[in-house]
């Protein structure tokens, strides 16, 4: 069954200092991993995707992720947190065996910046 | 290029009433996905369409919740009885179609309160 994990329910971080947001995934067939924001009272942003290729992408606000298919990993990372990404954020998978490009997401981490 | 249109933004009703959301994707999207987000949890798929065609609904509780598409275009999802536990945000997405390997997009929501 495909599902994802997102370990941490909250995460807490000093501005300028690098951050991580963990994901882990359970997929059929090579996955397409995704990482979106939420601000309070909003839908979800689009981040940064996955699908093939290098390993390290990256996205929109200066985040990128590490996909680790040996780990089942796709880590979220940003080097220098900024108290204004505070927000909600959710990781998604849809697996590539699936023609109904259905996804699958996390429990969302919260992330505190701050000040 | 406009986003996925939701409304309304806020709903507050008493169990046992009714309501009703409505979604209008980006133009051109076929496939259309209603999701419910229970505070503190990801969102979770109540319904997909593909044009006006059901893909998939197996976790749509069917004996109070109902959804269309007519025309393929925009949709509207309904709730009669509501329930307590049915407070919640309603989220729409739409993607390009169902073989589209990238991410979704959403509409900001509806918050669905039930007194």
């Known amino acids: 069954a495909q599902s994802v994990a997102q370990p941490e329910d909250q995460v807490n971080v000093a501005e300028g200092n690098p951050l991580t947001v963990k994901c882990t995934y359970s997929?059929?067939?090579?996955?397409?991993l995704f990482w979106y924001v939420q601000y309070p009272n909003r839908g979800l942003q689009f981040l940064l995707k996955?699908?093939?290729?290098?390993?390290l992408v990256k996205g929109s606000y200066g985040f990128e992720a590490e996909f680790n298919k040996s780990q089942t990993s796709f880590h979220l990372k940003k080097p220098s947190a900024l108290v204004s990404d505070s927000a909600l954020y959710f990781c998604?998978?849809?697996?590539?065996?699936?023609?109904?490009?259905?996804?699958?997401f996390g429990s969302g981490t919260k992330l505190n910046v701050k000040p | 290029e406009a986003g996925v249109a939701q409304s309304p933004r806020y709903k507050i009703i008493e169990k046992r009433q009714s309501v009703a959301f409505w979604c209008n994707p980006i133009?051109?999207?076929?496939?259309l996905y209603w999701y419910q987000q229970i505070l503190g949890q990801g969102p979770k798929l109540l319904i997909q369409?593909?044009?006006?065609?059901?893909?998939?609904d197996s976790q749509l509780p069917k004996d109070r919740f109902s959804a269309e598409r007519l025309k393929g275009v925009d949709s509207t999802l309904k709730i009669q009885p509501a329930k307590l536990e049915d407070s919640a945000v309603y989220l729409c997405?739409?993607?390009?179609?169902?073989?589209?390997?990238?991410?979704?997009?959403f509409g900001e929501g509806s918050r669905l309160t039930v007194l």
């Open positions: 997405a739409s993607s390009y179609g169902i073989s589209y390997t990238g991410e979704l997009f």
């Open positions: 997929v059929s067939g090579n996955p397409y």
């Open positions: 996955y699908i093939t290729g290098d390993n």
């Open positions: 998604a998978v849809r697996d590539s065996v699936s023609n109904f490009n259905k996804f699958y």
């Open positions: 133009s051109g999207h076929a496939t």
């Open positions: 369409f593909q044009n006006n065609g059901v893909v998939d």
